[in-house]
């Protein structure tokens, strides 16, 4: 709606293209993932709460690193994936999707640690995560919008995931007192 309403039809087509297709190919499978992690991490954290806690931190550093390749490789063929599956008149969307996968990227991490901070019994934390990340993008998106336009929402989107995630972070690495 920001993107539509203050940039235009045109912004707004390239923004959803590339919105989704970074969705499709990085958000996804860590969302239906993360189905499957809430009762294992819930399983692991009622056996042994310690135990629980080194397999996030695993998890956690595998999937990262397995992004960080995936989202590298996704900006490098951005351009001749893009021209090929969507046709040359959609380039112009090619710089959007390059920050657009490491929006998803952060949103796979996020669907990992929501899963972790509900199975253990915080789920305020992800509460206060989302209430940040809101917070990022009033304060952030005006101000990008005009230095940058959409390429602005779309680091500004990048900044409010970025600080949720870092917050779910420290909450899931934080040590706990029983």
Same mark, same amino acid.
């Given at each position: 709606?920001?993107?539509?309403?203050?940039?235009?039809?045109?912004?707004?087509?390239?923004?959803?293209?590339? !919105?989704?297709?970074?969705?499709?190919?990085?958000?996804? =499978?860590?969302?239906?993932?993360?189905?499957?992690?809430?009762?294992?991490?819930?399983?692991?954290?009622?056996?042994? =709460?310690?135990?629980?806690?080194?397999?996030?931190?695993?998890?956690?550093?595998?999937?990262?690193?397995?992004?960080?390749?995936?989202?590298?490789?996704?900006?490098?063929?951005?351009?001749?994936?893009?021209?090929?599956?969507? $046709?040359?008149?959609?380039?112009?969307?090619?710089?959007?999707?390059?920050?657009?996968?490491?929006?998803?990227?952060? $949103?796979?991490?996020?669907?990992?640690?929501? !899963?972790?901070?509900?199975?253990?019994?915080?789920?305020?934390?992800?509460?206060?995560?989302?209430?940040?990340?809101?917070?990022?993008?009033?304060? !952030?998106?005006?101000?990008?919008?005009?230095?940058?336009?959409?390429?602005?929402?779309?680091?500004?989107?990048?900044?409010?995931?970025?600080?949720?995630?870092?917050?779910?972070?420290?909450?899931?690495?934080?040590?706990?007192?029983?």
């Amino acid at each position: 709606v920001v993107v539509g309403k203050l940039l235009g039809p045109t912004q707004l087509g390239g923004y959803q293209m590339s !919105s989704r297709l970074a969705q499709m190919l990085l958000a996804d =499978a860590a969302i239906a993932m993360s189905q499957y992690l809430f009762p294992t991490f819930a399983a692991h954290h009622r056996r042994n =709460a310690q135990a629980a806690s080194r397999l996030i931190r695993i998890y956690l550093l595998v999937a990262a690193v397995g992004l960080a390749a995936f989202v590298e490789l996704l900006r490098l063929i951005a351009e001749p994936m893009f021209s090929l599956i969507l $046709g040359a008149a959609w380039l112009p969307a090619v710089p959007l999707f390059r920050i657009l996968v490491i929006n998803m990227a952060i $949103g796979a991490l996020i669907a990992v640690l929501v !899963s972790y901070l509900r199975a253990i019994g915080d789920a305020k934390a992800t509460v206060h995560a989302s209430a940040i990340q809101v917070v990022v993008l009033l304060v !952030s998106a005006p101000l990008a919008v005009r230095w940058w336009g959409v390429t602005g929402i779309a680091w500004s989107m990048t900044l409010g995931l970025g600080c949720a995630a870092a917050w779910m972070l420290y909450r899931t690495l934080k040590p706990r007192t029983a």
